[in-house]
């Protein structure tokens, strides 16, 4: 479902995929191949919110002002809140992002982080826990499963969602 804001409408790449039940309101742009799962509202109505190519939004996260850069993976109820996300990063599930945190490309942030606000990750890190501290440097493995979950991804959007049109 798309909403105006204030005038402004979401902008979709004709390839961009998003479930009927995910709200799209306001400054929301949606690269190539992103895809917005069951259930997640992506509001943006100050400072918008982007979704680069080739990542997937899952169900039920809730996206406020935020930026997501290319082949990110933001997992089922990830709160992203007035922060950036850069290229090929996993949100895990349930992991929350407070204003102005930045989480740098090709990091891996576990499921149930929460990254307080001015954060700064360096990119590549592995970043665990309440408040999330970087545990280590992501390794071979975990970069194949960040390479893996937006494969996936690119492989059950079309299977699964309508375009955004
Ligand atoms: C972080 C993750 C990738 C595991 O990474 P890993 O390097 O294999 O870590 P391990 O399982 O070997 O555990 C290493 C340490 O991290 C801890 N740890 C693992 N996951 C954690 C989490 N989510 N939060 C806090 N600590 C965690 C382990 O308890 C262990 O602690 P210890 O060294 O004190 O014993 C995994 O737990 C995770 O969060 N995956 C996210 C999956 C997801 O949400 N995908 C998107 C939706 S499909």
Redesign the pocket.
């Known amino acids: 479902m798309k909403y105006t804001i204030k005038g402004k409408s979401p902008q979709c790449h004709p390839t961009a995929r998003a479930a009927d039940s995910a709200v799209l309101a306001g400054s929301v742009t949606l690269a190539e191949n992103a895809s917005v799962w069951y259930g997640a509202v992506l509001r943006g109505d100050i400072g918008g919110v982007s979704v680069g190519a080739n990542s997937n939004i899952?169900d039920n996260c809730v996206l406020h002002n935020a930026r997501v850069g290319a082949s990110v993976?933001v997992?089922?109820g990830v709160v992203l809140d007035g922060c950036t996300v850069e290229d090929n990063c996993?949100?895990?599930?349930?992991?929350t992002v407070l204003s102005r945190a930045v989480i740098g490309a090709g990091s891996?942030v576990?499921?149930?982080?929460l990254i307080t606000a001015d954060t700064v990750i360096p990119p590549g890190s592995?970043v665990?826990?309440v408040p999330g501290k970087v545990?280590?440097a992501v390794?071979d493995?975990?970069l194949a499963?960040i390479a893996d979950?937006v494969n996936e991804y690119l492989t059950l959007a079309p299977e699964e969602l309508p375009v955004v049109g």
């Open positions: 899952q993976t997992g089922h996993l949100i895990g599930m349930h992991a891996l576990a499921a149930g982080t592995v665990m826990g545990r280590a390794s493995a975990h499963m979950s």
